[in-house]
């Protein structure tokens, strides 16, 4: 089934850590996003990427890096994890250009302590 | 910076009953997404709203647009349970490096007997 794919599903990690969460799809869309969901916040964009080799920053940057090698790939990387980083982390995708219909993966409940 | 506003933020309904949800933004966009999201689930597109008075119905629920107004609205029609659910209004702005949507804080909808 074409998607999205996001990994871990949950992950539990040591403050001062780094970890890479992963996001893969698989519709040939041209943009990707990452969106952190927190409770009372909503949906906050971290980064997002128009097309594979460029990416921008959003919103709540600032901790994390994200990388656009190819079309279906766009990890999203925390450098040294802080408990403020606690949160679910949803990859999305999109055609591209105006067409922003976003669809989303199954996200990733990560708690940092 | 485009700012998304929705209220009610916690809606407690009767089955039956009628009620309208409001997504205020604060600058031009001529493209609206509604988003419905289950308890520790992804995000599911409920709507997509093109242009200025676009209507869009799906069984109980209706969305609509005025860009004039920068406002669209989410009515329920004689709300079920299985309505129960958060739901997100999100509108296109344009980043350094593209475009993304910017959600809404969500509306939790509780449909109760």
């Known amino acids: 089934i074409a998607g999205i794919t996001q990994a871990p599903t949950s992950q539990i990690l040591a403050a001062g850590r780094r970890m890479t969460l992963r996001c893969t799809q698989d519709?040939?869309?041209?943009?990707m996003y990452w969106y952190r969901q927190d409770l009372g916040l909503g949906l906050r964009l971290i980064h997002y990427s128009n097309t594979a080799g460029t990416t921008g920053k959003g919103e709540v940057p600032d901790g994390y890096s994200v990388s656009r090698a190819n079309t279906d790939d766009f990890p999203l990387t925390l450098a040294s994890a802080v408990p403020s980083q606690t949160s679910v982390y949803f990859c999305?995708?999109?055609?591209?250009?105006?067409?922003?219909?976003?669809?989303f993966g199954q996200g990733t409940r990560l708690t940092v302590v | 910076e485009l700012k998304v506003e929705q209220n009610p933020l916690f809606l407690s309904m009767q089955e039956g009953k009628n009620y309208t949800i409001y997504c205020n933004y604060s600058t031009t966009s001529d493209r609206l997404y509604w988003y419905r999201q289950d308890p520790g689930k992804s995000l599911e597109s409920l709507f997509v709203?093109?242009?200025?008075?676009a209507v869009k119905q799906e069984g109980r629920l209706m969305a609509s647009l005025d860009t004039k107004a920068r406002l669209s609205t989410l009515h329920i029609t004689a709300a079920v349970h299985d309505l129960s659910a958060t739901y997100f209004c999100?509108?296109?702005?344009?980043?350094?490096?593209?475009?993304?949507?910017?959600f809404g804080k969500g509306t939790s909808l509780l449909v109760t007997p």
């Open positions: 519709m040939r869309h041209n943009a």
């Open positions: 709203l093109l242009s200025n008075g």
């Open positions: 999100a509108v296109v702005s344009p980043w350094s490096a593209g475009y993304a949507l910017n």
């Open positions: 999305a995708s999109s055609p591209g250009g105006v067409n922003t219909e976003a669809f």
